[in-house]
Protein backbone atom coordinates (compact mmCIF):
# COMPACT_ATOMS: atom_id res chain seq x y z
CA UNK A 1 0.00 0.00 0.00
CA UNK A 2 1.26 3.40 -0.76
CA UNK A 3 0.23 6.55 1.37
CA UNK A 4 -1.49 9.22 0.04
CA UNK A 5 -2.68 12.35 1.27
CA UNK A 6 -4.84 15.31 0.03
CA UNK A 7 -4.44 19.24 0.48
CA UNK A 8 -7.97 20.62 0.67
CA UNK A 9 -9.99 17.50 1.32
CA UNK A 10 -13.06 19.45 1.92
CA UNK A 11 -13.91 20.73 -1.41
CA UNK A 12 -15.53 19.10 -4.06
CA UNK A 13 -12.62 17.41 -6.01
CA UNK A 14 -10.30 16.26 -2.52
CA UNK A 15 -13.98 14.58 -1.62
CA UNK A 16 -13.97 12.97 -4.92
CA UNK A 17 -10.26 11.53 -3.92
CA UNK A 18 -11.52 10.37 -0.80
CA UNK A 19 -14.41 8.19 -2.48
CA UNK A 20 -11.84 6.53 -4.90
CA UNK A 21 -9.21 6.19 -2.96
CA UNK A 22 -11.21 4.15 0.07
CA UNK A 23 -12.01 2.00 -2.66
CA UNK A 24 -8.48 1.91 -3.76
CA UNK A 25 -6.78 -1.61 -3.13
CA UNK A 26 -3.29 0.23 -3.63
CA UNK A 27 -3.83 3.74 -1.83
CA UNK A 28 -3.82 4.41 2.04
CA UNK A 29 -5.97 7.65 3.21
CA UNK A 30 -2.71 8.71 5.37
CA UNK A 31 -3.20 12.70 5.29
CA UNK A 32 -5.69 15.26 5.06
CA UNK A 33 -6.30 19.17 5.46
CA UNK A 34 -8.51 21.45 5.59
CA UNK A 35 -8.37 24.83 7.27
CA UNK A 36 -11.81 24.55 8.47
CA UNK A 37 -12.00 21.33 9.67
CA UNK A 38 -8.40 21.00 11.00
CA UNK A 39 -8.17 18.55 14.06
CA UNK A 40 -11.56 17.36 13.56
CA UNK A 41 -11.65 13.86 12.16
CA UNK A 42 -12.99 13.12 8.52
CA UNK A 43 -15.91 11.43 9.17
CA UNK A 44 -17.06 14.93 10.80
CA UNK A 45 -16.13 16.72 7.68
CA UNK A 46 -17.46 13.78 5.50
CA UNK A 47 -20.00 11.61 7.69
CA UNK A 48 -20.19 9.19 4.60
CA UNK A 49 -16.79 7.63 5.43
CA UNK A 50 -17.33 7.06 9.04
CA UNK A 51 -16.83 3.50 8.98
CA UNK A 52 -13.87 3.47 6.56
CA UNK A 53 -11.38 5.86 8.12
CA UNK A 54 -10.20 6.93 11.33
CA UNK A 55 -8.23 9.66 10.05
CA UNK A 56 -8.17 13.42 11.81
CA UNK A 57 -7.89 16.15 9.27
CA UNK A 58 -4.68 18.49 9.82
CA UNK A 59 -3.35 22.18 8.69
CA UNK A 60 -1.31 21.70 6.16
CA UNK A 61 2.02 21.88 7.18
CA UNK A 62 4.88 20.54 4.35
CA UNK A 63 7.24 18.58 7.00
CA UNK A 64 4.15 16.57 7.92
CA UNK A 65 2.57 15.96 4.84
CA UNK A 66 5.95 14.95 3.28
CA UNK A 67 6.51 12.61 6.33
CA UNK A 68 2.88 11.02 6.31
CA UNK A 69 2.39 10.05 2.54
CA UNK A 70 4.32 9.48 -0.74
CA UNK A 71 2.07 11.00 -3.06
CA UNK A 72 -0.33 14.49 -2.23
CA UNK A 73 -2.62 15.39 -4.43
CA UNK A 74 -3.41 19.62 -4.11
CA UNK A 75 -7.20 20.37 -4.44
CA UNK A 76 -6.63 24.09 -3.75
CA UNK A 77 -8.03 26.93 -6.12
CA UNK A 78 -5.55 28.39 -8.35
CA UNK A 79 -3.06 30.64 -7.04
CA UNK A 80 -2.98 28.18 -3.44
CA UNK A 81 -1.17 25.54 -4.71
CA UNK A 82 2.15 26.41 -6.67
CA UNK A 83 3.85 27.12 -3.18
CA UNK A 84 3.11 24.08 -1.53
CA UNK A 85 3.85 22.24 -4.59
CA UNK A 86 7.18 23.66 -4.47
CA UNK A 87 8.02 23.07 -0.90
CA UNK A 88 6.79 19.40 -1.32
CA UNK A 89 8.73 18.95 -4.34
CA UNK A 90 11.86 20.12 -2.71
CA UNK A 91 11.49 17.64 0.25
CA UNK A 92 11.27 14.81 -2.28
CA UNK A 93 7.38 13.79 -2.25
CA UNK A 94 5.20 13.76 -5.79
CA UNK A 95 2.72 16.03 -6.29
CA UNK A 96 -0.22 15.88 -8.25
CA UNK A 97 -2.12 19.34 -8.71
CA UNK A 98 -5.31 19.78 -9.68
CA UNK A 99 -5.26 23.38 -9.79
CA UNK A 100 -4.22 25.19 -12.66
CA UNK A 101 -1.53 26.45 -11.08
CA UNK A 102 1.19 24.13 -13.27
CA UNK A 103 -1.06 23.75 -16.59
CA UNK A 104 0.62 26.57 -18.54
CA UNK A 105 4.09 26.23 -19.78
CA UNK A 106 5.03 29.96 -20.17
CA UNK A 107 5.11 32.36 -17.05
CA UNK A 108 3.48 35.11 -18.79
CA UNK A 109 0.31 33.54 -20.04
CA UNK A 110 -0.36 32.46 -16.61
CA UNK A 111 0.00 35.83 -15.26
CA UNK A 112 -2.54 37.02 -17.82
CA UNK A 113 -5.41 34.34 -17.15
CA UNK A 114 -4.24 33.85 -13.40
CA UNK A 115 -2.09 36.57 -11.86
CA UNK A 116 1.66 36.01 -11.05
CA UNK A 117 3.24 32.54 -10.44
CA UNK A 118 5.86 32.37 -7.35
CA UNK A 119 7.28 29.29 -9.33
CA UNK A 120 7.95 29.99 -12.72
CA UNK A 121 10.48 27.51 -12.47
CA UNK A 122 8.12 24.89 -11.85
CA UNK A 123 6.21 25.29 -15.19
CA UNK A 124 8.27 23.38 -17.10
CA UNK A 125 9.15 20.72 -15.24
CA UNK A 126 5.36 19.82 -14.12
CA UNK A 127 3.87 17.30 -16.47
CA UNK A 128 0.76 18.06 -18.06
CA UNK A 129 -1.43 15.32 -16.78
CA UNK A 130 -3.70 13.51 -19.73
CA UNK A 131 -2.30 10.20 -20.02
CA UNK A 132 -3.74 9.94 -23.75
CA UNK A 133 -1.28 12.18 -24.58
CA UNK A 134 1.36 12.05 -22.13
CA UNK A 135 1.38 8.44 -20.93
CA UNK A 136 5.50 7.89 -20.30
CA UNK A 137 6.50 11.51 -19.06
CA UNK A 138 3.58 11.00 -15.99
CA UNK A 139 5.13 7.70 -14.83
CA UNK A 140 8.37 9.82 -13.81
CA UNK A 141 7.06 12.91 -13.10
CA UNK A 142 7.68 14.78 -9.45
CA UNK A 143 4.83 17.27 -10.40
CA UNK A 144 1.76 16.67 -12.35
CA UNK A 145 -0.38 19.12 -13.74
CA UNK A 146 -4.25 17.73 -13.53
CA UNK A 147 -5.84 19.03 -17.05
CA UNK A 148 -8.85 21.43 -16.59
CA UNK A 149 -12.07 19.84 -16.95
CA UNK A 150 -13.58 21.74 -19.68
CA UNK A 151 -9.75 21.11 -21.71
CA UNK A 152 -10.00 17.12 -20.79
CA UNK A 153 -13.66 16.98 -22.63
CA UNK A 154 -12.27 19.07 -25.41
CA UNK A 155 -8.94 18.05 -25.81
CA UNK A 156 -9.55 14.77 -26.42
CA UNK A 157 -12.77 15.48 -28.40
CA UNK A 158 -10.09 16.55 -30.83
CA UNK A 159 -7.26 14.93 -30.54
CA UNK A 160 -7.47 11.92 -33.12
CA UNK A 161 -8.72 14.50 -35.82
CA UNK A 162 -6.08 16.57 -35.02
CA UNK A 163 -3.27 14.37 -35.17
CA UNK A 164 -4.35 13.37 -38.01
CA UNK A 165 -4.33 16.60 -39.49
CA UNK A 166 -7.85 16.95 -40.12
CA UNK A 167 -8.75 20.17 -38.40
CA UNK A 168 -8.55 23.70 -39.64
CA UNK A 169 -7.17 25.34 -36.59
CA UNK A 170 -8.51 28.70 -37.11
CA UNK A 171 -11.96 27.32 -37.06
CA UNK A 172 -11.98 25.44 -33.74
CA UNK A 173 -15.16 26.22 -31.70
CA UNK A 174 -16.25 24.40 -28.76
CA UNK A 175 -19.51 24.62 -27.06
CA UNK A 176 -19.37 22.91 -23.49
CA UNK A 177 -22.48 22.57 -21.00
CA UNK A 178 -21.35 21.54 -17.35
CA UNK A 179 -23.09 20.36 -14.03
CA UNK A 180 -22.60 23.17 -11.23
CA UNK A 181 -19.70 21.77 -8.90
CA UNK A 182 -17.37 22.54 -11.60
CA UNK A 183 -17.52 25.64 -9.82
CA UNK A 184 -16.39 24.23 -6.05
CA UNK A 185 -17.82 24.24 -2.89
CA UNK A 186 -17.81 27.88 -1.79
CA UNK A 187 -20.91 29.25 -1.99
CA UNK A 188 -21.36 31.87 -4.95
CA UNK A 189 -24.93 33.87 -5.53
CA UNK A 190 -25.22 32.97 -8.95
CA UNK A 191 -25.29 28.94 -8.31
CA UNK A 192 -27.62 29.31 -5.70
CA UNK A 193 -30.54 26.41 -6.44
CA UNK A 194 -33.00 28.89 -7.31
CA UNK A 195 -30.72 30.68 -9.76
CA UNK A 196 -29.52 27.57 -10.94
CA UNK A 197 -32.76 25.00 -10.45
CA UNK A 198 -34.57 25.20 -14.23
CA UNK A 199 -32.34 27.51 -16.05
CA UNK A 200 -29.54 27.15 -18.50
CA UNK A 201 -27.03 29.90 -19.33
CA UNK A 202 -24.28 30.35 -20.93
CA UNK A 203 -20.89 32.63 -19.23
CA UNK A 204 -17.74 33.91 -19.75
CA UNK A 205 -18.17 33.44 -23.77
CA UNK A 206 -16.07 35.56 -26.22
CA UNK A 207 -12.55 34.31 -25.42
CA UNK A 208 -12.77 35.43 -21.60
CA UNK A 209 -12.94 31.86 -19.31
CA UNK A 210 -9.30 30.94 -18.31
CA UNK A 211 -9.56 27.31 -19.94
CA UNK A 212 -9.49 28.92 -23.48
CA UNK A 213 -5.34 29.46 -23.07
CA UNK A 214 -5.06 26.07 -21.96
CA UNK A 215 -7.35 24.35 -24.81
CA UNK A 216 -5.07 26.42 -26.88
CA UNK A 217 -1.82 25.47 -25.70
CA UNK A 218 -2.51 21.86 -25.97
CA UNK A 219 -3.80 21.81 -29.56
CA UNK A 220 -1.00 24.46 -30.27
CA UNK A 221 1.44 21.48 -29.54
CA UNK A 222 -0.68 18.83 -31.28
CA UNK A 223 -0.97 21.20 -34.72
CA UNK A 224 2.48 22.51 -34.44
CA UNK A 225 0.81 25.98 -34.88
CA UNK A 226 -0.51 28.77 -32.65
CA UNK A 227 -4.38 28.13 -32.36
CA UNK A 228 -7.35 30.59 -30.74
CA UNK A 229 -10.02 27.98 -29.93
CA UNK A 230 -13.23 30.41 -29.67
CA UNK A 231 -14.76 28.37 -26.37
CA UNK A 232 -18.35 28.46 -25.22
CA UNK A 233 -18.97 27.80 -21.65
CA UNK A 234 -22.47 27.12 -20.09
CA UNK A 235 -24.08 26.16 -17.20
CA UNK A 236 -26.81 23.25 -16.19
CA UNK A 237 -28.70 22.71 -13.84
CA UNK A 238 -27.01 19.00 -12.28
CA UNK A 239 -24.56 17.92 -9.82
CA UNK A 240 -21.97 17.03 -12.22
CA UNK A 241 -21.23 16.36 -15.92
CA UNK A 242 -19.80 18.65 -18.59
CA UNK A 243 -21.03 17.35 -22.56
CA UNK A 244 -18.90 19.56 -25.19
CA UNK A 245 -19.90 19.55 -28.55
CA UNK A 246 -16.59 20.40 -30.93
CA UNK A 247 -16.96 22.12 -34.26
CA UNK A 248 -14.23 22.61 -37.13
CA UNK A 249 -13.98 23.06 -40.31
CA UNK A 250 -11.78 20.11 -42.21
CA UNK A 251 -8.64 21.04 -43.67
CA UNK A 252 -9.25 18.22 -46.02
CA UNK A 253 -12.20 16.46 -47.06
CA UNK A 254 -13.27 13.71 -44.45
CA UNK A 255 -16.22 11.05 -44.41
CA UNK A 256 -18.03 9.61 -41.48
CA UNK A 257 -17.03 6.51 -41.62
CA UNK A 258 -13.47 7.16 -41.54
CA UNK A 259 -13.57 9.76 -39.34
CA UNK A 260 -15.02 7.20 -36.42
CA UNK A 261 -12.46 4.53 -37.97
CA UNK A 262 -9.75 7.24 -37.31
CA UNK A 263 -11.48 7.66 -33.31
CA UNK A 264 -11.11 3.89 -32.73
CA UNK A 265 -7.83 3.81 -34.03
CA UNK A 266 -5.96 6.33 -31.87
CA UNK A 267 -7.97 5.41 -28.57
CA UNK A 268 -8.16 1.46 -29.29
CA UNK A 269 -5.44 0.87 -26.56
CA UNK A 270 -6.97 4.01 -24.06
CA UNK A 271 -8.98 2.20 -20.71
CA UNK A 272 -11.03 5.21 -20.63
CA UNK A 273 -11.90 6.29 -23.89
CA UNK A 274 -14.86 4.61 -25.22
CA UNK A 275 -15.88 6.00 -29.25
CA UNK A 276 -19.20 6.30 -30.43
CA UNK A 277 -19.77 5.17 -34.15
CA UNK A 278 -22.16 6.83 -36.27
CA UNK A 279 -25.52 3.91 -35.25
CA UNK A 280 -24.51 4.20 -31.42
CA UNK A 281 -26.36 6.43 -29.39
CA UNK A 282 -24.84 9.46 -29.16
CA UNK A 283 -23.49 10.32 -25.28
CA UNK A 284 -25.43 11.94 -22.44
CA UNK A 285 -23.78 12.96 -19.15
CA UNK A 286 -25.40 10.34 -17.40
CA UNK A 287 -23.28 7.62 -19.51
CA UNK A 288 -20.18 8.66 -17.67
CA UNK A 289 -21.70 10.21 -14.05
CA UNK A 290 -19.28 8.51 -11.33
CA UNK A 291 -16.68 7.17 -14.15
CA UNK A 292 -13.57 8.04 -15.29
CA UNK A 293 -14.54 7.74 -19.34
CA UNK A 294 -14.68 9.49 -21.70
CA UNK A 295 -17.42 8.84 -24.26
CA UNK A 296 -16.85 10.52 -27.96
CA UNK A 297 -19.35 9.94 -30.77
CA UNK A 298 -17.15 11.82 -33.81
CA UNK A 299 -19.42 12.66 -36.83
CA UNK A 300 -19.07 14.86 -40.23
CA UNK A 301 -22.14 17.13 -40.78
CA UNK A 302 -24.06 15.60 -44.04
CA UNK A 303 -24.29 18.86 -45.29
CA UNK A 304 -21.53 20.91 -45.31
CA UNK A 305 -18.76 18.70 -44.71
CA UNK A 306 -17.63 19.86 -41.12
CA UNK A 307 -16.46 18.33 -38.45
CA UNK A 308 -18.48 17.52 -35.07
CA UNK A 309 -17.71 15.96 -31.78
CA UNK A 310 -19.49 15.53 -28.96
CA UNK A 311 -17.16 14.52 -25.73
CA UNK A 312 -18.35 13.29 -22.67
CA UNK A 313 -16.79 13.36 -19.23
CA UNK A 314 -17.64 13.12 -15.74
CA UNK A 315 -16.01 16.72 -14.15
CA UNK A 316 -15.04 15.46 -11.00
CA UNK A 317 -13.82 12.43 -12.01
CA UNK A 318 -12.29 12.13 -15.62
CA UNK A 319 -12.12 16.31 -15.26
CA UNK A 320 -10.44 16.02 -12.03
CA UNK A 321 -10.20 13.54 -9.39
CA UNK A 322 -10.02 10.02 -11.65
CA UNK A 323 -7.69 11.45 -13.83
CA UNK A 324 -5.62 12.42 -10.59
CA UNK A 325 -5.56 8.97 -9.38
CA UNK A 326 -5.11 7.93 -13.30
CA UNK A 327 -1.90 9.68 -13.05
CA UNK A 328 -0.89 8.37 -9.37
CA UNK A 329 -1.26 5.05 -10.78
CA UNK A 330 1.55 5.45 -13.47
CA UNK A 331 3.74 7.22 -11.20
CA UNK A 332 3.47 4.56 -8.59
CA UNK A 333 4.12 2.01 -11.36
CA UNK A 334 0.29 0.67 -10.82
CA UNK A 335 -2.11 -0.91 -13.27
CA UNK A 336 -3.69 2.65 -14.89
CA UNK A 337 -7.39 1.95 -14.56
CA UNK A 338 -6.83 0.52 -10.79
CA UNK A 339 -9.66 2.00 -8.29
CA UNK A 340 -11.29 3.60 -11.43
CA UNK A 341 -13.69 1.02 -12.51
CA UNK A 342 -16.66 2.13 -11.90
CA UNK A 343 -19.80 1.84 -13.89
CA UNK A 344 -21.85 5.27 -14.38
CA UNK A 345 -24.63 5.39 -11.86
CA UNK A 346 -27.91 5.14 -13.72
CA UNK A 347 -30.35 6.61 -14.15
N1 LIG B 1 -14.73 21.22 -9.23
C1 LIG B 1 -14.27 20.72 -10.38
O1 LIG B 1 -15.03 20.12 -11.16
C2 LIG B 1 -12.82 20.85 -10.75
C3 LIG B 1 -12.38 20.15 -11.88
C4 LIG B 1 -11.01 20.26 -12.24
C5 LIG B 1 -10.16 21.04 -11.47
N2 LIG B 1 -10.65 21.72 -10.40
C6 LIG B 1 -9.68 22.54 -9.66
O2 LIG B 1 -9.33 21.82 -8.46
C7 LIG B 1 -9.09 22.72 -7.38
C8 LIG B 1 -10.05 22.38 -6.23
O3 LIG B 1 -11.37 22.53 -6.73
P1 LIG B 1 -12.64 22.21 -5.84
O4 LIG B 1 -13.81 22.30 -6.75
O5 LIG B 1 -12.45 20.96 -5.03
O6 LIG B 1 -12.62 23.48 -4.84
P2 LIG B 1 -13.46 23.73 -3.52
O7 LIG B 1 -14.66 22.82 -3.53
O8 LIG B 1 -13.67 25.19 -3.41
O9 LIG B 1 -12.48 23.25 -2.35
C9 LIG B 1 -11.28 23.93 -2.03
C10 LIG B 1 -10.57 23.22 -0.87
O10 LIG B 1 -9.35 23.89 -0.60
C11 LIG B 1 -9.31 24.29 0.79
N3 LIG B 1 -8.55 25.54 0.86
C12 LIG B 1 -7.30 25.71 1.36
N4 LIG B 1 -6.84 26.94 1.19
C13 LIG B 1 -7.82 27.62 0.60
C14 LIG B 1 -7.95 28.96 0.21
N5 LIG B 1 -6.97 29.85 0.39
N6 LIG B 1 -9.11 29.34 -0.34
C15 LIG B 1 -10.13 28.46 -0.52
N7 LIG B 1 -10.05 27.14 -0.17
C16 LIG B 1 -8.91 26.73 0.39
C17 LIG B 1 -10.77 24.31 1.21
O11 LIG B 1 -10.92 23.99 2.58
P3 LIG B 1 -10.70 25.06 3.74
O12 LIG B 1 -11.32 26.36 3.25
O13 LIG B 1 -11.39 24.46 4.91
O14 LIG B 1 -9.21 25.16 3.90
C18 LIG B 1 -11.36 23.16 0.40
O15 LIG B 1 -11.11 21.92 1.04
C19 LIG B 1 -9.34 24.14 -7.95
O16 LIG B 1 -8.13 24.71 -8.30
C20 LIG B 1 -10.21 23.88 -9.18
O17 LIG B 1 -10.08 24.87 -10.16
C21 LIG B 1 -11.94 21.62 -10.01
Redesign the pocket.
Known sequence: MTKVGIV???????MELVRIILSHPELDLAYAT????AGKPLAQALPAVKERTELRISLFDPVGAAGAAEVVFL????N??MDAAAQLVGLGTRVVD???DFRLKDADVYEKWYGSHSQPQLLTKAVYGLPEIYRDRIAEASLVA?P??YPTSVILGLLPAAQGGLLNPDSIIADSKSGV??????PKADLHFPEVEGNFSAYNIAGVHRHTCEMDQELAGILGQPVSITFSPHLIPVSRGILSTIYSDPAIAVDADGLVDLYRERFSSEPFIKVRSIIDPLPSIKDVRGTNQCIIAPRVDSGNGRIVVVSCID??VK??SGQAIQCSNLMLGLPETLGLEDMPLLP
Open positions: GVTGYTGSRTWCLPHEALSAVGCSGAGKENLGA
